[in-house]
């Protein structure tokens, strides 16, 4: 019953993301410059057809593009294989298959709905918005984020506090993962250039961080990791 119960969440959560965009299509091209007495109707002529065009919709663009990158989706045995071979292709590629089901090349050219208001603020994590993002929230999202504001201004359980501190010190591993790695490529021939280093990608992490969730690392911190990682790096040459 659980797993019934994900695969229809996560088919809800397929179709909530692409079921607004129109399904690519080169109907209006095919009727207009493509059929007539001495029209080749083969698929062979009909995509000939349509390549041949100087000017084409958005949506026949996509579909073009599409019946090139999935072919191997379309495939016999393949995820839309039997949908093709009924004339579904498009709606199995768009409509009723996971994106991260399809190969690399054909969800490239996926069109999904683009996040809009709190929900494109907030997808990398809740975080308090300037005064410009909030201007930009519609009625419904201004009344989320506030409530949210208030209780994230309100007195912490100590399970909030356990789940902010396991935040970031997740987060800091992860900084301090990265130092690890870019000492280690960065090829330094002393401490101080391993320090540089550190320094940089600790700042960029900082920079990147919207929740304002990571703290910034002491200068003892730094010469600690990059040493650390400078002896690491000198041990393996």
Same mark, same amino acid.
């Given at each position: 019953?659980?797993?019934?119960?994900?695969?229809?969440?996560?088919?809800?959560?397929?179709?909530?993301?692409?079921?607004?965009?129109?399904?690519?299509?080169?109907?209006?091209?095919?009727?207009?410059?493509?059929?007539?007495?001495?029209?080749?109707?083969?698929?062979?002529?009909?995509?000939?057809?349509?390549?041949?065009?100087?000017?084409?919709?958005?949506?026949?663009? +996509? &579909?073009?593009?599409? @019946? #090139?990158?999935? %072919?191997?989706?379309?495939?016999?045995?393949?995820?839309?294989? $039997?949908? !093709?071979?009924?004339?579904?292709?498009?709606?199995?590629?768009?409509?009723?298959?996971?994106?991260?089901?399809?190969?690399?090349?054909?969800?490239?050219?996926?069109?999904?709905?683009?996040?809009?208001?709190?929900?494109?603020?907030?997808?990398?994590?809740?975080?308090?918005?300037?005064?410009?993002?909030?201007?930009?929230?519609?009625?419904?999202?201004?009344? +989320? &984020?506030?409530?949210? @504001? #208030?209780?994230? %201004?309100?007195?912490?359980?100590?399970?909030?506090?356990?789940? $902010?501190? !396991?935040?970031?010190?997740?987060?800091?591993?992860?900084?301090?993962?990265?130092?690890?790695?870019?000492?280690?490529?960065?090829?330094?021939?002393?401490?101080?250039?391993?320090?540089?280093?550190?320094?940089?990608?600790?700042?960029?992490?900082?920079?990147?961080?919207?929740?304002?969730?990571?703290?910034?690392?002491?200068?003892?911190?730094?010469?600690?990791?990059?040493?650390?990682?400078?002896?690491?790096?000198?041990?393996?040459?």
């Amino acid at each position: 019953m659980r797993s019934v119960m994900r695969s229809l969440a996560a088919m809800l959560v397929l179709i909530s993301t692409v079921s607004s965009v129109p399904l690519p299509t080169c109907d209006d091209e095919v009727g207009v410059h493509c059929v007539g007495e001495d029209a080749d109707l083969s698929p062979e002529g009909i995509n000939a057809c349509l390549e041949g065009l100087s000017e084409k919709s958005e949506l026949c663009t +996509t &579909y073009l593009q599409m @019946m #090139k990158a999935c %072919k191997p989706d379309m495939a016999e045995g393949a995820v839309c294989g $039997d949908a !093709a071979m009924n004339g579904e292709a498009m709606p199995c590629l768009v409509q009723r298959t996971k994106p991260e089901d399809l190969s690399e090349a054909c969800r490239a050219t996926l069109k999904v709905d683009e996040l809009q208001g709190l929900a494109k603020y907030w997808a990398d994590g809740k975080r308090a918005l300037n005064i410009n993002e909030i201007a930009d929230l519609n009625v419904d999202d201004k009344d +989320t &984020y506030n409530r949210w @504001m #208030k209780k994230k %201004k309100g007195k912490k359980t100590d399970k909030d506090r356990e789940r $902010d501190y !396991a935040v970031k010190a997740a987060k800091r591993e992860r900084v301090e993962s990265l130092i690890a790695v870019a000492v280690k490529e960065g090829r330094p021939s002393t401490v101080a250039e391993a320090v540089k280093i550190a320094e940089a990608e600790a700042q960029k992490a900082i920079d990147e961080d919207m929740t304002g969730t990571l703290k910034a690392f002491t200068k003892p911190q730094i010469h600690g990791l990059a040493k650390k990682a400078f002896n690491a790096l000198k041990s393996e040459l």
